[in-house]
């Protein structure tokens, strides 16, 4: 009796244990020159003098204790997420994914020096906070110029030496955790990024403090034969870990800052605003998950600084893989005026599967804490709970994304109103925003992703429904036409092109 007690309890820890949490945080974007006492029309410093003629002149409010919609993170905004995750979790976490940009958008003119001290304090301050687990971080665009070697010394207290090996040579790794047979492949992503064209007004728009040496320079591809080189061994590197952990059956979490596809937010023809990957390795990544979709458990990035998802089609148009997207800590999305509040994430995992069931979004409301003068980081919501989902699979979030398409719009309210962590921007997200939105998530092929907004508008280039019609609005089509009737948005899509699509169909699984 004692010994089957005893079975009886063994089986039932083994259970518990397989129950797992990790955090998931992006795009803390630190401004060391952030002040309460700034321009908040300037990135909330603390000018010696403004600009002649510039909005800086009249009188505007000024930046909260921890953050302004305009502007990056303070150090306070900084220290309390980290502080609310280990208030919420404790040491109960396996591990923390940071998917890059540390460091202000601003901070292109720095030393190197100086930008490594400021990665130096964010790593120190999340190493004390969780000092027996294990952080996994990858690059971002905004994490410094310094060498992969110089970063690496200073995370290899979180790698272990053979993740090291090809961290110095082109900031990527992979990790094999010890207690399952889940693989943890972090990605470069910065070898696959399409460079915006510059802004030439960039430049004139700030008098930038004693502590920048310079002016920022024009962001431009400086691509070199030898970042050409390491792109490509990056993409073999991937192609060999993904071969063996499916030949030794394992699971793979794959991890990066930036994200396929395209910015759901951005609007219009903005390409070099919208397209994040070069169209060729977009393609490539792509392909690279539907030949391994049988071994890739889960896919989580950042960059956008938005919440949502993304999912990826077989050649038949099934759903075989999905990508989640976490939202920034830092409240501001430079370039298109669509701030976030501030967020967290902790998901729920199968620790030997790496099967991932659920996730709770934290979230803290910067107004509130600015004029509480406390941070204070509430939970949001719970994934399956808030969507209604059985589970979390490209099947389940699949059918999701259909409900868009549907007459019951209070689907996609919900994901928008999560899509910028609550921030009221005042503008309502209709028509050929919703349409937007629901290509970039089941869209994730450039080609693809134009046909689906051509192809759900072109019936505006002929006759519109008339409003008190009685028939059902059931289709992308017919919403576009209610709310632009013939407005002609297809000039507005014009520029996207041609191109053959082999999943433009919608299927409901």
């Known amino acids: ?6 079975w009886l309890l063994a089986c039932f820890g083994m259970a518990q244990a397989r129950i ?19 321009d908040i029309y300037k990135s909330c410093w603390q000018l010696a003098r403004s600009v002649p003629g510039s909005s800086s002149n009249a009188v505007s409010e000024a930046p909260g204790h921890f953050g302004h919609y305009n502007c990056d993170s303070p150090w306070s905004l900084i220290e309390s997420a980290v502080k609310t995750m280990k208030a919420k979790q404790g040491d109960n976490v396996e591990f923390v994914l940071w998917t890059g940009d540390a460091l202000s958008h601003s901070a292109q003119p720095l030393s190197e020096q100086k930008q490594h001290e400021i990665l130096r304090n964010i790593t120190d301050l999340l190493g ?19 060498s992969y070697q110089r970063l690496g010394e200073l995370w290899r207290h979180w790698l272990p030496s053979e993740a090291l090996v090809t961290f110095d040579q082109g900031g990527y790794y992979s990790i094999e955790q010890t207690k399952s047979r889940l693989r943890i492949v972090a990605l470069n992503t910065n070898f696959m990024r399409l460079d915006p064209d510059p802004d030439p007004r960039a430049s004139l728009s700030l008098r930038w403090p004693a502590e920048y040496f310079a002016e920022p320079k024009a962001s431009v591809s400086s691509s070199t034969g030898e970042d050409e080189l390491l792109a490509e061994q990056q993409w073999l590197w991937l192609e ?6 499916r030949d030794k059956q394992e699971t793979v979490y794959i991890v990066g800052h930036m994200p396929p596809g395209v910015d759901e937010r951005h609007l219009g023809p903005q390409q070099h605003n919208q397209l994040i990957f070069t169209e060729r390795n977009n393609r490539r990544y792509l392909e690279m998950v539907r030949k391994y979709a049988s071994v890739i458990q889960g896919q989580f990035f ?19 893989s999905w990508l989640m997207i976490a939202p920034s800590v830092v409240p501001r999305k430079a370039g298109i005026g669509s701030s976030n509040n501030p967020a967290l994430r902790l998901y729920k995992f199968d620790t030997g599967s790496g099967q991932v069931l659920d996730y709770t979004q934290f979230w803290l409301d910067l107004p509130l804490a600015n004029r509480a003068h406390e941070p204070t980081w509430q939970p949001e919501y719970n994934l399956t709970h808030y969507y209604a989902l059985p589970e979390i699979s490209a099947v389940a979030l699949h059918n999701f994304a259909e409900r868009f398409t549907g007459t019951d719009l209070s689907w996609f309210t919900r994901y928008h109103r999560a899509n910028a962590v609550r921030y009221q921007s005042g503008a309502a997200c209709q028509g050929l925003c919703m349409l937007n939105h629901y290509c970039a998530i089941t869209r994730l092929d450039y080609d693809e992703f134009r046909l689906c907004l051509e192809k759900e508008q072109l019936p505006l280039q002929g006759r519109a429904p008339a409003l008190g019609s009685s028939m059902i609005p059931t289709s992308w089509s017919w919403l576009l036409a209610v709310f632009y009737g013939l407005r002609g948005i297809s000039g507005l899509l014009r520029w996207w092109g041609g191109g053959r699509c082999n999943n433009c169909h919608n299927q409901r699984i």
Do not use: C
Not at 1 to 6: D, G, I
């Open 20 to 38: 797992g949490y990790f955090w998931h945080i992006s795009d803390l974007h630190l401004d060391t020159i952030y002040s309460t006492d700034g």
């Open 1 to 6: 009796m004692l010994a089957q007690l005893s």
């Open 240 to 245: 060999e870990v993904l071969s063996k952990s």
């Open 128 to 146: 004390r906070s969780f000092s027996s687990q294990f952080i996994f971080p990858v690059l971002g665009h905004e994490d410094g110029s310094g």
């Open 302 to 320: 950042g960059h956008l600084h938005s919440d949502t998802f993304r999912l990826i089609y077989d050649a038949k148009g099934n759903p075989i």
